[in-house]
């Protein structure tokens, strides 16, 4: 069975897991396609199917695997347009962080939020069906109480997209 040992790294908290060639095997193949079976899986892994999914489910307890989710072809869905926005606030009291958040977290469109170092406060990512709608979105965004400033660039093409962790 897979090992996971927590041990703390850095002041922050974060926490790594140890995990073992089988358990790298088993991420990498679910990576690949999430969907197959526990069988198949510890065919391609090596093992038999109890442990396997053992330690599928080892490394769900520890949060190593989050989820599973479809990956959806946003254009056949009708959105055309890939956006960020870069978001210096006026105040960086946590409060006001905070509330920033919350409103962020509740608009569909924002796909991913990070803090950054440096003069910019966040970045967004954002998909919208048209430049209309983002920059509604934009109006809405440079309105909110504690946004000094909101630059923007719209994505030409996507380079690359890897949503598998490197392991």
């Given at each position: 069975?897979?090992?996971?040992?927590?041990?703390?790294?850095?002041?922050?908290?974060?926490?790594?897991?140890?995990?073992?060639?089988?358990?790298?095997?088993?991420?990498?193949?679910?990576?690949?396609?999430?969907?197959?079976?526990?069988?198949?899986?510890?065919?391609?892994?090596?093992i038999?199917?109890?442990?396997?999914?053992?330690?599928?489910?080892?490394?769900?307890?520890?949060?190593?695997?989050?989820?599973?989710?479809?990956?959806?072809?946003?254009?056949?869905?009708?959105?055309?347009?890939?956006?960020?926005?870069?978001?210096?606030?006026?105040?960086?009291?946590?409060?006001?962080?905070?509330?920033?958040?919350?409103?962020?977290?509740?608009?569909?469109?924002?796909?991913?939020?990070?803090?950054?170092?440096?003069?910019?406060?966040?970045?967004?990512?954002?998909?919208?069906?048209?430049?209309?709608?983002?920059?509604?979105?934009?109006?809405?965004l440079?309105?909110?109480?504690?946004?000094r400033?909101?630059?923007?660039?719209?994505?030409?093409?996507?380079?690359?997209?890897?949503?598998?962790?490197?392991l």
């Amino acid at each position: 069975m897979a090992r996971l040992h927590q041990r703390g790294c850095f002041s922050g908290g974060f926490v790594r897991a140890k995990l073992d060639e089988i358990d790298l095997r088993i991420l990498a193949e679910l990576q690949s396609d999430g969907r197959m079976t526990n069988v198949e899986l510890s065919s391609r892994v090596g093992i038999s199917p109890p442990p396997c999914l053992r330690r599928v489910r080892a490394l769900e307890e520890a949060g190593v695997i989050t989820g599973y989710r479809a990956l959806l072809d946003e254009r056949k869905l009708g959105i055309e347009v890939v956006c960020f926005a870069f978001v210096h606030l006026a105040s960086q009291a946590e409060a006001d962080l905070a509330a920033f958040q919350e409103r962020i977290r509740e608009w569909s469109l924002v796909r991913e939020c990070w803090t950054l170092s440096g003069d910019i406060d966040f970045i967004l990512k954002c998909v919208a069906a048209d430049l209309k709608a983002f920059q509604d979105f934009v109006a809405d965004l440079t309105a909110l109480p504690n946004v000094r400033n909101v630059r923007t660039a719209l994505a030409l093409d996507r380079v690359k997209d890897a949503p598998i962790a490197p392991l």
